[in-house]
């Protein structure tokens, strides 16, 4: 299987204006407060089932109702469209 390609930072910048998530660095980050921990706990299982199905892991921290969410890809050691495609995925929980 051959590693994603990293993405040029203006396909990075366009792509995710029109999500929830904001760039640091080579990292895209995920922040949100929900109305419960039970429902904060359920967004990240459904994340989770995303991740597994996309074959591709954010890191997670799940504080009482607030859940904020890393990406990256690690092989690549930078953003790639595997980043982008679990961000949308992400947005249209």
Partial sequence: MSRPAPLDDATVDNAIAALRWRREGSQLVFEETLPSFAAALGFVVSVGALAEAADHHPDI??????VRLVLTTHDAGALTELDLALARGIDAL
């Fill in 61 to 66: 921290d799940l504080r009482f109702r607030t």
